[in-house]
Every structure is written in structure tokens, then in C-alpha cells.
């Protein structure tokens, strides 16, 4: 199974390179790229809600309660401004 760690909890129990630290924030803005070209805001990114897998090193966002689909008023029919 994988283990997942809360990062807030990690990087204060653990020391970790720069490098490593680094790579976690390109992945995270990765992460959030992939949404934001998909038309989807987090809206609740802190340390909470970015878990990292031990197994294969990886940062995942979670909590997606506040997440929200972002439109364009110029272009959304759905919009009625």
C-alpha cells in the first residue's frame, strides 16, 4: 500500500535537500497548471491538502471541497451578467 504524509508534517519532522524542496514546488505548480488549463481553481492550497507519496516521491493536492470551475463571462452562455 502507499504511504502518504501530510508535507507540513513532513518538512518539520524531516530535513530535506533544496533541491528536493524545489522539485515538490514543481510539482505542485504542476498540479495546478493541469487544473487551471482545465478551467478548475483549488481555493484551499496549504500545507494540509499537499500530501506526498513516500513510495514514489510524489506531491498530490487533496481536498477539492472549495475547488471551483472558473468561467468567462465573455464566452459561458451560463452567464447571465
Not at 501530510?6 to 524545489?22: C, M, P, Q
Not at 505548480?29 to 514514489?56: F, T
Request: proline share 4%; glycine share 4%; with cysteine.
Amino acid at each position: 500500500s502507499k504511504k502518504s504524509s501530510n508535507t507540513d508534517a513532513l518538512v518539520r519532522r524531516f530535513r530535506h535537500s533544496v533541491e528536493l524542496r524545489l522539485h515538490w514546488c514543481w510539482q505542485i505548480a504542476m498540479g495546478l497548471q493541469h487544473m487551471h488549463r482545465q478551467n478548475w481553481m483549488h481555493g484551499d492550497i496549504k500545507p494540509e491538502n499537499i500530501l506526498y507519496s513516500i513510495d514514489d516521491m510524489a506531491v498530490k493536492l487533496v481536498d477539492f471541497g472549495f475547488a471551483q470551475l472558473i468561467v468567462d463571462p465573455q464566452t459561458d452562455p451560463r452567464h447571465y451578467g
